[in-house]
């Protein structure tokens, strides 16, 4: 999937944290994956933006990023391709412009999501009821990686293509 043949050993390397990590499910782990250590290395995220450019759908016409992980990613991407970003939020403001996604108008035009990870995609599958809601046509989420089951879709029940840079068996590979 990546041309930059080192890129999962640099981000597992980066990002892979051992302890005690207690997830949001309420379960003791003795592994977690921080992906917003990626994300503030400029050198590791321009990386992955570089594998990501390629992931982009021809016809995009706004870049979404999801709050929160998705933001840095989507602006980098945006600074790359030209293409205006919009940030996703994850509930609309409930003051001034009470908007759900800070940019661009989203109705008739065609929204890629931008997310940093994803496992069960429920953050991405809000976000693509909202938008289309609000007229967007949104049918391809691009991340950084797909933490998801080998060979499984987690978005297909809302029509969603997942292109990832890198998934959990390459950052697996990885380690050795």
Do not use: H, W
């Not at 594998?51 to 990613?73: A, D, H, S």
């Amino acid at each position: 999937m990546t041309s930059d043949p080192d890129l999962a050993r640099d981000v597992d390397a980066c990002c892979r944290l051992t302890g005690e990590f207690t997830l949001r499910s309420g379960q003791v782990a003795t592994e977690y994956f921080d992906k917003y250590l990626f994300e503030a290395d400029p050198g590791l995220l321009a990386r992955v933006v570089e594998q990501m450019i390629g992931l982009v759908p021809e016809g995009t016409e706004l870049l979404g990023g999801l709050e929160l992980g998705g933001v840095p990613i989507a602006t980098v991407l945006s600074a790359r391709t030209s293409l205006p970003a919009l940030f996703v939020r994850k509930q609309a403001k409930t003051y001034g412009t009470c908007k759900l996604a800070e940019g661009q108008s989203v109705a008739g035009r065609r929204v890629t999501l931008v997310e940093d990870v994803i496992t069960t995609g429920g953050a991405v599958r809000d976000a693509t009821s909202a938008l289309r809601a609000e007229g967007a046509i949104v049918e391809t989420v691009i991340c950084a990686i797909d933490r998801s089951p080998e060979g499984e879709n987690p978005l297909a029940d809302v029509g969603l293509e997942v292109r990832p840079v890198l998934t959990k068996a390459m950052l697996d590979q990885a380690r050795g």
